[in-house]
T-cell receptor, first 110, second 116 residues
């Protein structure tokens, strides 16, 4: 499994766009990049998944450069309720494990 | 609501005891994953089952065991409990296993285990 590196914590303000970058230098050809969100005392929730270029859904965007050695989760116009831990995962299609790292603790301020 | 049901929600027990945590996956999901999350710690992968068979093992202690039944629900058994086993235990399910393309894992609300 490719190792991921994310900032431990980030602060931002309501209404701002937040970008969380994840480094995965040894990503393999068949690896997908997936982001999860976890609120305190709740199970993680899938946000978005991508393989290359840009993916967008109603919640977030995921930007993946051509070399795929990093990815950026973009949360538009955050609110206080976006305060959570965000996990970047990189895994091989067909791999059985879903392994979480330490994640990024995002704190949104009023 | 993720569709994954975990029972009980809370459990308080004494050291040395044995407990069983139960997980019902989303309808149609064949994979079940178990995770442990201690206070301020990340999610530790314990074990994964696919359609009744063990598929992958993480850092699961020998005192812990799990199984997935023919109706696809799963149980995590924790024995000879120690204070350090106090944690949130999450179950997740997915249609396939691992990162098969658009595989998305759905998590339950967890069982909070307190060992006193």
């Amino acid at each position: 499994l490719a190792k991921t590196t994310q900032p431990i914590s980030m602060d931002s303000y309501e209404g701002q766009e937040v970008n969380i970058t994840c480094s995965h230098n040894n990503i393999a050809t068949n690896d997908y990049i997936t982001w999860y969100q976890q609120f305190p005392s709740q199970g993680p929730r899938f946000i978005i998944q991508g393989y290359k270029t840009k993916v967008k859904n109603e919640v977030a965007s995921l930007f993946i450069p051509a070399d795929r050695k990093s990815s950026t989760l973009s949360l538009p116009r955050v609110s206080l309720s976006d305060t959570a831990v965000y996990y970047c995962l990189v895994g091989l299609a067909g791999d059985d494990k879903i392994i979480f790292g330490k994640g990024t603790r995002l704190h949104i301020l009023p | 609501d993720s569709g994954v049901t975990q029972t009980p929600k809370h459990l308080i027990t004494a050291t040395g005891q044995r407990v069983t945590l139960r997980c019902s996956p989303r309808s149609g999901d064949l994979s079940v994953y178990w995770y442990q999350q201690s206070l301020d710690q990340g999610l530790q992968f314990l074990i994964q089952y696919y359609n009744g068979e063990e598929r992958a093992k993480g850092n699961i202690l020998e005192r812990f065991s799990a199984q997935q039944f023919p109706d696809l629900h799963s149980e995590l058994n924790l024995s000879s409990l120690e204070l350090g086993d106090s944690a949130l235990y999450f179950c997740a399910s997915s249609v396939g296993f691992g990162f098969q393309g658009n595989t998305e894992a759905f998590f339950g609300q967890g069982t909070r285990l307190t060992v006193v």
